[in-house]
């Protein structure tokens, strides 16, 4: 779906995470995605590189570092978003209405699990 785009969908969910949450520290990125922060590391070394996202030490205490989009990230999501939405919507399709109903509640119950923990 993204890739196209150059990048891949784990890259994607974190520029989505940042614009979704504004700036986050490693760690707070780490537990919003669910991937280990080392994984996360290269990944956000990977879109610096990309200029995508940018990492800034905290005022208060430097050895912290915050993650966010750069103006090129917002404009790279809105790139990719219309390719996601519409390729989501071709698998959608293939669902009768009973099962995506039954895939919407399902995704709504995990991403409640997830946002509580």
Do not use: W, Y
């Not at 986050?24 to 610096?48: A, I, W, Y």
């Not at 103006?71 to 978003?81: A, D, Q, R, V, W």
């Not at 939405?85 to 409640?112: A, P, V």
Request: hydrophobic residues 40%; glycine residues 8%.
């Amino acid at each position: 779906m993204v890739e196209p785009f150059g990048l891949t969908g784990a890259q994607f969910g974190l520029l989505k995470s940042l614009e979704k949450f504004g700036p986050l520290s490693l760690s707070e990125l780490s537990d919003k995605m669910v991937v280990t922060p080392g994984n996360l590391t290269g990944m956000v070394q990977r879109l610096v590189k990309l200029h995508l996202v940018e990492r800034r030490r905290m005022q208060s205490d430097r050895r912290s570092l915050r993650v966010s989009l750069t103006p090129l990230g917002s404009e790279k999501i809105k790139e990719i978003e219309p390719s996601v939405r519409s390729s989501l919507g071709n698998l959608l399709n293939r669902m009768d209405c009973g099962d995506q109903e039954l895939m919407k509640q399902l995704l709504t119950k995990l991403l409640s699990i997830l946002q509580s923990e």
